[in-house]
C-alpha cells in the first residue's frame, strides 16, 4: 500500500446482512474523499436510490454524477431476465433402476421438483414415453417378455434415443442434471449407459434403485397409477391389473439388482420400501450428496399439509410491508376461526409451525396441538424497506423498485433478502416438512409462495406472483405424481396485500394499497 494513503477503520459489508458471519474489507481513504455507508445516510445521500452513498468531496460535491444508480448495479447485479445462478460445473445424468410400481417414477418426478425449486435446472426423461411414441397400440405383457428378440431389441433402441436427447439437453439447452426414468435392470443396460454418459459424453452417473418387498406398496403403486397408464386405455381395471402383474414377472426373470462388488465402479444408492433403508456407494460431488439427503427424508405415508398466513396485521391495514406488527382485530377474529376449523376437522397428529414474529404466534394462540416455532418461517427481509408502502418505496427509490419489477425473484432488498435468498433458507424446512405427518404451517405471503411453488412445481419466474390471500387455508394433499391444492376461505374480511405483476416496471397501480380493499365477507 502507498505510504500516503492510510487505511480507515470504515468498512463495507461484502454480503447483506441476512446470514450470519458477514465478510468486511478494509478500503483506503483517498485523500480528498470519503466513502459513503449504505443506507444510514452518514455520508452524503440517497438521491433517489437505495444503496451505497455516491463519492463525496470535501467540499460536499458528488462524483460521479449519475448518483441514481441503485446498489445491486454498484454492489452486487442480478439477471434481468430472471436467470438463477449456475450451481452444477459438470451435467449429472441420474438413471433410476428397479422392477414396474416400485416408485421410481414418482422419486423421479419428486427428485426433478426439488431440484428445479433450489435452481439446478432438471428434467425427466421417461423411456414409457419413448417405448409408446416408436410403437403401435400396446396388446399385452408379452412385449415384456425376455425372449421376444424383437421387442427387446426396441426398447434397447428406444433407451438409446432417450439417451441422446439427454445429451442434446445437456449440451445445447442449459440443462444441470437429467433423470432417466426406466426400469434399467439388468448389468448389460447399465454397462450401455455408463459408456454412453461417462465414456462417450464425460457426464456424471448417478444410479438411484428402489427396490421393494411391501406387497401394500406394490398395490396402492399399481392401482394408484398403472391401470390408469396409456398402456391400458379401454381396459378394464382388473385386466389391466392382471396384465401388469404378468409384465413385473416378465422383468423379475431378468432382474439383476445394482451389485457393490460386479458394479464397484459406479456411484449408486438403493432406497428400500420407500426410505426405511438407504445404502449409498460412492457418491461424488454435492449435488449427488444433495439428491441422497433429499431421497432420505421423502417418504409416502398418506398427510396433509395445511398453509395460512397469519392474520391480517395492523401492517397490513395500513399497506406496510415486513415488520412485527400486532393481529388486527380483523387478524384475532380470523385466529379464533382457524383454531375452530383446525378442532372440526379431528386431524390426528398435528403439528403446528409458526414463525417467530408476533403476528403468526398470536394467529396459533388457540389451537390446540403441538407448536414449533421456526426462524426460518420468518416473511423476507425487506432490508431498508421495512414497514414502508410500495408508494413510499417508488417515491425514495424508484430505481430500485423498477429493477425489483424486472426479476422481483433475484432482486434483493439492501440489507434484506431476495427470493432466491428466501429460497434457500426454506429448504430445511422442505426437507423437514417431507419427513412429517400432518403439519399446519402459519406463516407469511413470501414464505407461503415459496412453499406452493415447490409443492406445485411453479418456476422462479412465476414463484413471487402466486396468490396468497389473507384468512385462507391452502391445504395440500400429496398423490401419486403431485399435489393436490385446496383453497379454503374463512369468512373473517381482510385487506388484499396482492401486488400482480405490472406491465410497466417500477409502475404503481392503484389496486396494490391494501389499505384501499377489503375481500367480500
Not at 470535501?58 to 454492489?75: F, R
Request: proline share 6%; aromatic share 8%; net charge negative.
Amino acid at each position: 500500500m502507498r505510504e500516503d494513503v492510510a487505511t480507515t477503520s470504515l468498512r463495507v459489508w461484502s454480503q447483506p446482512a441476512t446470514r450470519p458471519g458477514h465478510q468486511e474489507m478494509d478500503i483506503p481513504e483517498i485523500p480528498g474523499c470519503v466513502c459513503g455507508r449504505r443506507g444510514g445516510g452518514e455520508v452524503g445521500s440517497l438521491s433517489g436510490s437505495i444503496g451505497m452513498a455516491p463519492w463525496v468531496d470535501t467540499n460536499g460535491a458528488t462524483t460521479p454524477s449519475s448518483v441514481s444508480t441503485s446498489l445491486l448495479t454498484k454492489n452486487k447485479p442480478f439477471p434481468i431476465r430472471g436467470e438463477r445462478a449456475n450451481y452444477v460445473n459438470t451435467p449429472h445424468v441420474i438413471v433410476m433402476v428397479g422392477l414396474p410400481a416400485r416408485g421410481k417414477t414418482y422419486m423421479a418426478k419428486k427428485l426433478t421438483r426439488y431440484l428445479n425449486w433450489i435452481g439446478i435446472k432438471t428434467k425427466v426423461f421417461n423411456l414409457g414415453e419413448y417405448r409408446r411414441r416408436m410403437t403401435q397400440k400396446y396388446k399385452n405383457h408379452n412385449f415384456f417378455r425376455s425372449d421376444n428378440e424383437e421387442a427387446m431389441a426396441l426398447r434397447q433402441r428406444c433407451a438409446m434415443e432417450a439417451l441422446d436427447d439427454v445429451g442434446i439437453w445437456l449440451e445445447n439447452e442449459g440443462g444441470e442434471v437429467a433423470v432417466f426414468d426406466a426400469t434399467n435392470t439388468t448389468m448389460l443396460r447399465r454397462r450401455h449407459i455408463f459408456e454412453k454418459v461417462v465414456v462417450e459424453m464425460e457426464y456424471k452417473l448417478f444410479y438411484v434403485e428402489s427396490i421393494c418387498d411391501d406387497p401394500s406398496i406394490i398395490e396402492s403403486n399399481i392401482r394408484e397409477v398403472k391401470v390408469s397408464s396409456p398402456d391400458y386405455s379401454g381396459m378394464t381395471s382388473e385386466d389391466a391389473l392382471n396384465d401388469f402383474l404378468q409384465r413385473i414377472e416378465h422383468y423379475m426373470d431378468m432382474y439383476q439388482p445394482l451389485d457393490e462388488e460386479a458394479e464397484d465402479h459406479l456411484s449408486f444408492m438403493k432406497v428400500y420400501n420407500t426410505g426405511q433403508k438407504v445404502v449409498v456407494h460412492k457418491h461424488e460431488g454435492h449435488i449427488q450428496a444433495r439428491i441422497v439427503y433429499y431421497l432420505m427424508n421423502t417418504h409416502v405415508t398418506p398427510r396433509t399439509i395445511y398453509l395460512a398466513r397469519h392474520g391480517e396485521s395492523m401492517c397490513n391495514k395500513m399497506g406496510r410491508i415486513g415488520g412485527d406488527a400486532d393481529l388486527s382485530e380483523n387478524g384475532e377474529r380470523f385466529g379464533e376461526a382457524l383454531a375452530q376449523y383446525i378442532k372440526e376437522q379431528d386431524i390426528p397428529k398435528l403439528r403446528v409451525w409458526t414463525s417467530w414474529l408476533k403476528r403468526t404466534i398470536q394467529t396459533s394462540k388457540g389451537i390446540d396441538a403441538p407448536q414449533e416455532r421456526w426462524k426460518a418461517l420468518n416473511e423476507i427481509d425487506a432490508g431498508i424497506c421495512e414497514e414502508m408502502t410500495y408508494a413510499d418505496i417508488k417515491q425514495k427509490f424508484p430505481v430500485d423498485f423498477a429493477a425489483r419489477d424486472q426479476n422481483k425473484f433475484s432482486y434483493r432488498y439492501p440489507r434484506g433478502e431476495s427470493y432466491e435468498d428466501l429460497v434457500a433458507r426454506l429448504e430445511p424446512v422442505i426437507m423437514e416438512l417431507e419427513r412429517q405427518g400432518n403439519v399446519l404451517l402459519i406463516a407469511h405471503q413470501a414464505v407461503i409462495r415459496c412453499l406452493l411453488a415447490y409443492f406445485l412445481d411453479k418456476p422462479s419466474d412465476k414463484l413471487p406472483y402466486i396468490e396468497v390471500p389473507l384468512h385462507t387455508i391452502i391445504k395440500l394433499t400429496p398423490v401419486a405424481y403431485g399435489c393436490r391444492v385446496e383453497y379454503i376461505p374463512i369468512d373473517v374480511p381482510a385487506v388484499n396485500t396482492h401486488r400482480p405483476k405490472p406491465e410497466v416496471p417500477g409502475e404503481l397501480e392503484d389496486t396494490v394499497f391494501p389499505q384501499c380493499m377489503e375481500m367480500d365477507s
